[in-house]
């Protein structure tokens, strides 16, 4: 986002051996410890860090297992998330096709449980390695031990106390099944595309992206910066009578998804700029908020509490923060 103070140290970690090395750094200092991945979901205070950062670089591919149905594959947290499903699209597998183009790192996906156009990461993945900092050891921790809920993990609900080294996902040798999410169903039928293989779902959710989302490499932005909002069918009913148009999808339990995009569209700041802030909402998506000339995170935070209170006091609805702010 272009915002936030600076860290008082900064490390990279390329092995367990650079973790060890740097926690006992910090510890010998008395200092706290984070551990990044790429930091685009991330959101730092103006005091910034008086800490250590730790960024995890550890690399690492390899099929530890294959059958007729699929494979299970070990990746370094410090891999490239793009890259790493390019290269499993390439293998024929699927299982994280839907997720191409998020920026960051593979260590950093099960933080905010990384879903986008159907799937997620908690669907695929087995397990993990991490160094927990309270207990002081390495661990192997089993999908039930994240507490994955919707951008949720014991990660995100703890910041600083797992170091996570390197994941561990399944991915199958099906395709993708139909009902697809509605954006990519309609471009798929769109460019008469019948064949969902790994291949033909990456490039149509790359395409997709690409049009309606910036690059935070070129637009300072953190991708999606609310959540949508899930609701109850009772809550749903109550708004679909003075709204019929409202996009939502069903989950179990008898509970709803509502698009804060369109929820922030109708509550008036499509393509909006805000001169005060300098913040904006990215043209054709309003569910991206991008720092223009904000100078501070204050100027941030007017924008987004700005949009929660208008959307709340039109919908009745309190729209959630996706990116973490840190520390």
Request: with cysteine; hydrophobic share 35%; charged share 25%.
């Amino acid at each position: 986002m272009g915002l936030g103070g600076r860290a008082r140290y900064l490390a990279a970690v390329e092995s367990r051996q650079d973790l060890i090395e740097a926690l006992n750094f910090a510890s010998l200092n008395k200092l706290r410890t984070l551990m990044i991945g790429g930091g685009s979901n991330i959101i730092w205070r103006d005091e910034g860090f008086n800490g250590l950062v730790l960024v995890c670089k550890i690399r690492g591919f390899e099929i530890e297992s294959e059958n007729d149905n699929g494979a299970d594959i070990l990746i370094g947290g410090g891999e490239d998330w793009d890259l790493v499903v390019d290269r499993i699209v390439s293998l024929g597998l699927s299982g994280i096709e839907c997720l191409s183009l998020v920026p960051g790192t593979a260590g950093a996906t099960p933080v905010q449980n990384v879903g986008a156009y159907g799937q997620e990461i908690a669907e695929t993945l087995i397990s993990l390695e991490a160094y927990d900092a309270k207990s002081k050891n390495f661990q192997t921790m089993n999908n039930g031990d994240c507490h994955f809920s919707y951008r949720s993990s014991i990660f995100k609900k703890e910041p600083g106390r797992y170091f996570i080294l390197s994941i561990r996902l399944h991915l199958s040798k099906s395709r993708i099944k139909p009902p697809l999410y509605k954006a990519l169903d309609d471009y798929l039928k769109t460019k008469d595309i019948s064949d969902l293989s790994p291949k033909n779902i990456r490039r149509a959710v790359i395409d997709i992206r690409q049009s309606k989302l910036p690059d935070p490499k070129k637009v300072r932005n953190c991708g999606s910066f609310f959540k949508n909002p899930i609701v109850s069918e009772t809550v749903l009913s109550a708004l679909e009578t003075k709204h019929h148009d409202i996009p939502h999808w069903r989950l179990s339990g008898e509970r709803v998804k509502i698009s804060a995009a369109w929820l922030i569209d109708q509550a008036g700041f499509k393509d909006y700029r805000d001169e005060t802030s300098g913040m904006a909402t990215w043209k054709g998506q309003p569910l991206i908020l991008v720092n223009e000339n904000a100078k501070s995170l204050s100027d941030l935070v007017k924008f987004r509490d700005r949009i929660i209170k208008t959307v709340s006091s039109k919908f009745d609805i309190e729209l959630e923060q996706e990116p973490e702010l840190l520390p």
